[in-house]
Structures are given as C-alpha cells and as structure tokens.
C-alpha cells in the first residue's frame, strides 16, 4: 500500500530549531511512525559549515552542503530552517518547483515573501506547513485554519514574543533596568546578540501579520500599522501601571472593526486578572474570539529548541498523513476574496497611558491637561507624586517629576495631533512615552 | 470535480446543539463553502415532537421522525444530538453499518460504548468526529490528535465541567451556599434540572475517559480511578482553602506515572496563581505536558449551544475537506497498542486538605494527629479557629469547630487506612471531607 511508503525529508539548517527536529525524529521514530501512519525519514542535512560539532549525531553520509540535494526525486517534503530571507526563500521556491511539500519556522520569510510562495504552491498543488513561524509550541495556526473554521474570527489578539514577555517579567519580578533584563535573556539563550527584532516589536507585528492573513484574508504590509517595540519602556512604567492595575504586554491585535481590520502591535497595559495579563516569561498566549465559540486561549512556550521542532515535526505529520495537502488549498491566503481594508492608524480609538518628564513647577500639569484637552483628549486618572523636597536644587534648574496620566478613549489621530502640540511644551521633556490601555 | 459535490448530512435532535449547529450552516452557508470546500448541506432533521415550536426555522419537508432517513442514499453524514446512550448508540451504528459517517457531542455515550463504536467505524472506513463531546467550543481533541502529535503527552489535567466549575466560582464570588449556586446556575441554563452528573463528577469523569484513551491509547472506566464531585463542598472549604492559598477546582487528571497511568476526577486544591486556578464561570481549561513542546493551555467555554455548535461543525468541515478521514484510522483509540496499566488509586501520591468538625476540648487536635500519624500521614499545616467562647453552651454537648489540616505527600492507601480510623475517633464528625492539592 502507497501510503505505509515512508515520508523523506530533506532538511535545510541544522541549529537549534533543525537539532530539535532531528533529535524527535530520530529518538521517537516508532511514536511518529504510528501517528503518521508511515515512517517519516530524513534523506540529507543541509548545513554550512559539515565540520561544525553537532548537538545530535549523524552519519557522514547525510549531511551535505550543496542545496541541490532537495531536489533529488527521493525527497518528498523539504525543511527550511536557516532563517533570514534571501536563501530561505530561494530555497522554499527551488523546492515548490521540484515538486516537494515545504515545511518552514521561517516568519521573517513569510511575512516578506508569503504571498509569492503561497501562490507557488498553490499553483504547483504542494502545501507549506508554518506552524512554527508563530507561536512556537503553540498550535495556533491549526486553531485558526481548522479548529475553528466554523467561526468567523472577530478578534484576534497575542503576546507573540517570548523574548520581549521574558524581559517585561523579569524587570517587573526582579526589579531590573532594561537593560539587565535583556542580558539576562541572552545568557537564558531567548535573545540573539542582537536582539533588535524581538524588542522593537519586528517579530511580534510578522507573526501578527501571519495570523491576520489566515483569520481575516487580508495581507498587511509592516508598514500600514502602528509598532512600537518594548526598548522605550523604563521599569518605573511597569510599576505605575502596577499601582495602576495593569500589566504591560507586547500585545499584538488584529480585530475587526465596523468593516475594516484593526492592527496594531504595542507595550499595552492589560488590566490585571484578564488571562493575558497573567502570561510571564516566555510564554506566549493568543486570545481568539469567534462568533460562534466566543473567546478562546491558546498558551504555551513561544520559541526554544523543543517547542519549536514539536511544531515542524507536527507539520511533517500533517503531511504524511495527508491532512495539509487537503487544508493548504483552502486557506485564505491568496486574497482571493475580496480583502478586508486595513482601519486607517488614525482612526483607531483606544485608552492611552502617558508618562512624562515634567518640570515640577505650578501649572504643568494644567499646561498637559489643555494640550489634551485641545485635541479633544480628555483625562481620566493622574498619578503625579509630590517631589521629594520642595526645594529647588538650583534655581536655574527646576525638578524634574514624572507625571503618569490615563486618557478616556479618543482615536490615534487625536493623540498623535497632541503628540505633536506636547513636543512643543517647554514644561515637559521631549523623551515621553504613549501607550495604549486595554481594558 | 466530485470534490465539489456538497456533503450532505442528516441531524438526528434538534435541541440546544442542534438548533446552534442549524443556525452556523444556515447563517455561515457562504463561509463554510469556503472553508469546506464544498457546500454543507442538511438533508433532513430528526426530532421527537415534530410539532414543537423551534428556535430555528426548518421547511416542514426536511423534518422528520423516523430514524431511518438516516440511512438514505443522499446521506454522508449522521449527526448524533440527542443525548442518552440507547437509541444514541442505535443510532450511531445504524449510520456507520449505512456507510455514513458520524458527528456527534455525546461523551455518555463515548464513554460507555466508544470502545466498540470506534472499533466498528475503523472496520468500516468510517470516522467519528466528537471533538464537541470533550470541553465544548475548546478544541482539546483536535490538539491531542493532530497539533501535538509530535510529543507523548505526559499529563493531561482539566477543568472539564462547567457547571461546577461556575458553582464554585459563583459560591467564593458572591459568598453564597452550595444550594444557591446550583440554583443560579440551573436558571442560567448551565445546570439540568436534575444536575446530578454534572457535579457528582461523573461528566467530567468521561470526558477524562476520552481524553486518556486518546493521548494515551488506555480506555479506562470509571469504576478504575477516584472520582468524587463538587457536592460536599461547603463555602467554608472555599473559604479556608483561599486563606492558605488555593483555589478548590473540579479537576481532572490523567498523567503518566512510572510506567502506569494515574487517574483520578476530584476537587483539588490549586495553587493560586497557576493559570488553572484562575479559570472561572463556566469556562475551562485543560493544560497539557508534552515531552518536547512543554506545558500547553487550551481553555474556553466549556458548553453552551453556540460553542458546542462551533465544534461540531468544525468536525463537518473536517469530515467535508477529507482530514477526518485520515486522521480517525491514526488514533490511539482500539487498544492496538500494548495499553498502559492504570495506577491502582491506593498508590497515587498526593498532599491532602483534610477538614474537621470537632469537639472543641483539650486534646482532639493530638488524637487527630495521632490517627494520622500512625498511618504514615504527617501533617504540613493545620487552621484551628479559637472557638467565639470558652464557655460551653451545655455541659453535655461540647462545642463543635472547625478543624483544617494540609498534609505532607502521602499515598491514597495511606490516606484510607486514615479515614478509617478516623472515622471511628469520638472526637470528630463522620462527614469530614478529604480533598487533594495541587502545588
Ligand atoms: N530558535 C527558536 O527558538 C526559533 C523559534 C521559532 C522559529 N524559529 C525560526 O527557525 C529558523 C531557524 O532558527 P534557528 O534558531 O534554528 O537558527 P540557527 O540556530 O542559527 O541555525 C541555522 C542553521 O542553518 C544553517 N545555514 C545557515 N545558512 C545556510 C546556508 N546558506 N546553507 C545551508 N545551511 C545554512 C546553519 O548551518 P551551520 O550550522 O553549518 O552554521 C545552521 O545549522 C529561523 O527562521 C527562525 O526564525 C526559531
Ligand atoms: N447543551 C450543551 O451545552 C452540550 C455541550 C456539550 C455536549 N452536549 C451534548 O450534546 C447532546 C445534545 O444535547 P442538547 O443539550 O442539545 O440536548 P437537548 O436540548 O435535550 O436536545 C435533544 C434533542 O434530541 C431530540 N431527541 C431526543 N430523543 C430523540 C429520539 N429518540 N428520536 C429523535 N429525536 C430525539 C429532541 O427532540 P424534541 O426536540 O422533539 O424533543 C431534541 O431535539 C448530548 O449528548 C449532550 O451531552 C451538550
């Protein structure tokens, strides 16, 4: 019988996320045999450098160097997972045309090119499992292809970055500047040595756009909503929105609103007690609401070596068996609907906290409260200590306090037209900071 | 194309589920075309009482009373909605000897006859879809059978119930009895008018069942492993058990345990702070270890007729796209495997909340201990409330307190050697209660 055929891979990168996959593979071959309903076998190992000492032991013979090898006719599926997108991509493209099932980890590919590549394989009838590119560990992309396909999504909204969530609960839980905190998720191995992607909000606002296809049709462009990444955020920001009520989340939305799609990826205080605002370390949590099941959490580790090959390994299955050829033909990921339209960024309506640099003099806080006020934000709570001593150190040099303020809700556009008449107050310093709440 | 062919599906009970199931492929016909790839059609619906007035409306011709229609050519599909285990389980192998394949909610059934209803549609190349049976709108099922198909689950513990787990939630919340959380529930349409099984522990029991027998491939049955519901609980036990910590859950667990399977479906002690313990109203929430993904959480509402619905149209669209049909062959669920042998309950290992009524007098809190002691149990911490007066209201009857005891690890065996004893100590009350904790 065709199908107790065994399935041959053809791997492409061999670090922590391939070691991963090869060590399941290998240690649990009789498990996944019976799960796939037939053996799933890695034909060739492509890496750079075939010297390197590897975490998992192979024989000589299958690893190789030349890309080539994935379009041998003995391979059937091919696994991306070199990162980055030049290669990558050629790589997934050389082996939709040799006929191969692609199996990527690779966001930053997907999110560049995933609509030229999805197109390909759909056209060629071959399917590309992603499980792995959002969420790690987490099966969302199954939840939002399949589970809950008898739900339109209405909302959609994630902490995507376990690198960024590690830093945000370690400074909270430690009380550490920024900066320890990102230094201790390198040495925790979560952060590269350059971390820029995960805290400028890159990866978050990539992974949203993914899962924004799926749910909603519509492919976004990074640059059509606002993003805005954790590396701006003082521990003293974690703390009064503590004092506050709230916990600071990297939170990704995409939701849909009167029509149209709303995205955004942000620090946002979540009111404390909601599940989302409960998620610590590295963990990530996407809340889905559908119209039929209502609001739905999927939580678990968002990126590691294990997690993430549970992912690819459960995409290889999914092949084998035959489920993703059947499901990649109907996902939505080729606007062949008609796509939603993105919500302009300033229309979007929300909460905001805002923290300031004020000069503790009288008036400044009426001085902020007019500005608001004139672009039609009003104040809805204030936390503005009293200075330590109310004599000045100069008196050329006025204290400097910092002044914590929460907006009702008002739209983007009135926030960024007082942004701008703020930037302008002599009574407060330049360097202020705008997020948004949620409720 | 015959893909293109609608699949045609015949709906025996039109109730809560089934009015909602009726309601997502009538309103959604479009968008289920889509994600099926083919329309979903019903072809006829069966009821008792073709005369009553429904939530949805039906064209007379597609309503029925005999059962056979079920077995008409121009039916793919039986949708199993009536409940109970005698005609559903008919009803359930007329469709598969038909040729049909089943959808159905029904955990009773399941749990009672899933062993040979499996083994009959694997005979036939049939599938049954129940992801609705286990944990409403959660997809629970499809996570443990496909999207973490790559792991061996090594624990699998949840809130299945959600009309406990709203009792108990709406008994902390608003400081009310037992009585009157089961009342409120029952008019909140959660609890049946006879809630017997809901909170004695017997539904959240089979839905364990289920869960196991998937991700462990071993069908245990309820006579096998602890079961104890929410209906001895007094607010008290809420009361005590949020001043030491912990939140009391209904909860389910099925783990590995050295070789064996440890089963057991009883209020638990849950430290707070853990996602489980913060899990309220009529949601749930089961929590998933698996060797390489790690910890996992999947929660949602638990039941309700949109969420249900959700989740047996979901199974529709699997069984119109074709996956079904690949992914039921592959499942744990015939015993092929050499099955784990399940923990014998005196050998499970747990700390215990132990709580007393006690005669107030010098001396009871030592013969408690003693008891206790001399059958290998030692005690962690203990809350003993001064009585309101030293003077006792008749010289014959001795002040009746409260007396609340963690104990350190121990076995169940040892714990009921206790009880025995116990039960014979002058000292205290026969109806104390012993509930495990979950740190
Ligand atoms: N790490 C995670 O936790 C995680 C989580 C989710 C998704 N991902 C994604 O998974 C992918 C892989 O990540 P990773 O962390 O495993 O990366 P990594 O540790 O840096 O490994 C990259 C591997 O690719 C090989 N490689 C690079 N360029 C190559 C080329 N041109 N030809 C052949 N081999 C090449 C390297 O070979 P040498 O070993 O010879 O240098 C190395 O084995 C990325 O897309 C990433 O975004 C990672
Ligand atoms: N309700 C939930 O939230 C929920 C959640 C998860 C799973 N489930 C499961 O879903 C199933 C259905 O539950 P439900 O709440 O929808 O039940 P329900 O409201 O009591 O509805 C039962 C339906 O079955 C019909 N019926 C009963 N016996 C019949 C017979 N012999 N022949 C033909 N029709 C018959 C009834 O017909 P008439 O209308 O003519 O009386 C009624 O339409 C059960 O297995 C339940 O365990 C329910």
């Not at 749910?215 to 909503?225: E, N």
């Not at 805005?228 to 521990?235: A, E, S, V, W």
């Amino acid at each position: 019988m065709s199908d107790q055929q065994p399935m041959r891979v053809a791997m492409v990168g061999l670090g922590t996320v391939g070691s991963g996959v090869i060590k399941i593979l290998f240690e649990q071959a009789e498990r996944i045999t019976r799960r796939a309903g037939r053996p799933i076998v890695v034909e060739s190992v492509v890496v750079r450098d075939p010297t390197k000492v590897r975490s998992v032991n192979l024989a000589d013979d299958l690893i190789d160097t030349a890309i080539d090898v994935i379009e041998h006719p003995d391979v059937d599926v091919v696994c991306e997972l070199i990162g980055g997108t030049t290669t990558a991509g050629d790589i997934v493209r050389q082996a939709l045309q040799a006929g191969k099932h692609v199996v990527t980890a690779n966001k930053a590919l997907l999110c560049e090119q995933g609509d030229e590549l999805f197109q390909l394989a759909r056209e060629l009838k071959r399917a590309i499992g992603f499980e792995a590119a959002v969420a790690g560990g987490v099966p969302i992309i199954e939840a939002v292809s399949q589970s809950l396909s008898a739900n339109q999504i209405t909302s959609l909204e994630g902490i995507l970055n376990g690198t960024s969530n590690f830093i945000l609960t370690e400074m909270l839980d430690r009380n550490v500047s920024y900066e320890d905190a990102v230094a201790k998720a390198q040495k925790k191995g979560y952060a590269e040595a350059d971390p820029a992607m995960d805290v400028d909000g890159t990866d978050a606002a990539q992974k949203l756009t993914l899962l924004a296809q799926l749910a909603f049709g519509t492919k976004a462009d990074l640059k059509q909503f606002p993003r805005q990444g954790i590396d701006k955020l003082d521990l003293a920001d974690l703390k009064y929105a503590d004092t506050l009520g709230y916990r600071i989340k990297l939170l990704a939305v995409a939701r849909l609103a009167d029509g149209s799609l709303e995205l955004h990826t942000q620090p946002t205080l979540i009111r404390k007690y909601q599940p989302m605002a409960d998620v610590d370390d590295a963990y990530n949590m996407i809340e889905l609401e559908g119209d039929a099941v209502g609001k739905t959490w999927f939580s678990g580790m968002g990126a590691g070596q294990m997690p993430t090959a549970s992912a690819v390994v459960s995409d290889l299955i999914d092949l084998a068996v035959g489920r993703a050829q059947k499901t990649f033909p109907l996902l939505d990921l080729w606007q062949s609907q008609k796509p939603l339209p993105i919500l302009p960024a300033d229309e979007i309506k929300r909460r905001y906290y805002l923290r300031f640099h004020a000069v503790d003099e009288p008036g400044t806080m009426a001085a902020v409260a007019n500005i608001l006020g004139e672009n039609g934000v009003s104040i809805a709570s204030c936390i503005q200590h009293e200075s330590e001593s109310s004599v000045k150190t100069s008196p050329k040099e006025p204290k400097i306090v910092p002044l914590v303020l929460m907006t009702h809700i008002c739209t983007e556009g009135q926030m960024k037209a007082a942004d701008k008449a703020l930037m302008e107050c002599s009574r407060i310093k330049k360097n202020f900071l705008r997020l948004p709440i949620r409720d």
